[in-house]
């Protein structure tokens, strides 16, 4: 039997449509500012997209552009610049930036109810604490609404996920802990990751190597969720050997149209709450 696919994209546009209609109902459209530093091509087009995206539902972008040898003291007194301005809702510092600027001290300079993408140690704590945080990182936060449409209660569920990074594999590993999952994250140095996959309910693979998990990694009717983005032969592909896993999971999302898409919606939805929230109707 083949597996339910989970799709991202209509779910996304579902998204979006909703905040179309918020944001037409307020007086000014929020607004989100992105500092883009130096030219790298992935940063080039995620930027174009959330761009893109955001101007299709009438939610204002300004971009920042910044040559690559910006100093860090430079890029701190921009950021500090947007947190003073009012008209500025949603801060966003693309990533990655030039090696020689300190990426935390930057981050951590975001005032937390402006960082939109939820990367503030304000923000990263809170979920820890299983409280709730001004914002959630985009990509695990559209991760869980992706597995909450196949799988409502996670309580004891067993996750296994793939990639330890601090915008995608720790936070989500929070998030899915705080709503009672066992939850195993594994990376690069972890042994022998298939034996753990094979027991998982649901499997996360956020780690960036090409149709990694096979038909053999998963068992029967499980969940599988592919954050990566990869270059197979002039196409893009996942982390999960889609083909192989088809007929054995219980649901998959593809690879483009699932995470891709959710993680742009939600950053959009985290600048209308940066809205609301800053002018107290939230
Ligand atoms: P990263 O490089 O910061 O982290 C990768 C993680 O995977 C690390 O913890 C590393 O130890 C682990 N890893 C690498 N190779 C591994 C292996 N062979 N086995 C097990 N673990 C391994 O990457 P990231 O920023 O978290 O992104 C991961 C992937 O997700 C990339 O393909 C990226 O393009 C994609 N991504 C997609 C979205 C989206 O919206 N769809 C958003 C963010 C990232």
């Not at 552009?65 to 701190?76: A, G, P, Q, V």
């Not at 699932?258 to 107290?280: D, F, R, S």
Request: proline share 5%; hydrophobic share 45%; glycine share 6%.
């Amino acid at each position: 039997m083949s597996a339910t696919l989970i799709n991202g994209k209509n779910l996304a546009e579902q998204i979006k449509n909703n905040l179309a209609q918020q944001i037409a109902a307020l007086q000014t459209p929020p607004q989100l500012d992105i500092v883009l530093v130096g030219h790298d091509d992935a940063s080039e087009i995620y930027v174009r997209n959330k761009i893109k995206a955001a101007e299709h539902i009438n939610l204002k972008t300004v971009l920042h552009r910044f040559d690559e040898n910006i100093t860090e003291n430079e890029l701190s007194a921009m950021v500090e610049k947007l947190n003073a301005d009012k008209n500025v809702n949603g801060i966003i510092v693309q990533l990655p930036l030039p090696p020689h600027i300190d990426t935390h001290r930057i981050i951590n300079l975001i005032e937390p109810k402006k960082d939109v993408d939820g990367f503030h140690p304000y923000n990263t704590g809170l979920l820890q604490n299983n409280q709730v945080p001004y914002f959630i990182a985009a990509t695990p936060l559209g991760v869980m609404r992706l597995i909450q449409t196949v799988c409502p209660n996670l309580s004891g569920k067993n996750v296994v996920i793939i990639g330890a990074s601090l915008i995608v594999g720790r936070p989500l590993a929070t998030l899915l802990l705080n709503q009672e999952c066992t939850v195993t994250i594994t990376h690069i140095h972890t042994k022998n990751i298939k034996e753990l996959t094979q027991k998982a309910d649901i499997v996360v693979a956020a780690c960036g190597v090409a149709n990694l998990v096979k038909a053999d990694w998963i068992k029967s009717g499980a969940v599988l969720i592919d954050v990566g983005i990869n270059r197979c032969n002039g196409k893009i592909c996942g982390d999960i050997d889609f083909a192989s896993v088809q007929d054995k999971a219980g649901a998959i999302t593809p690879v483009p149209g699932g995470v891709g898409p959710m993680t742009i919606a939600m950053l959009l939805e985290n600048t209308v709450n940066a809205y609301l929230l800053q002018n107290q109707k939230k």
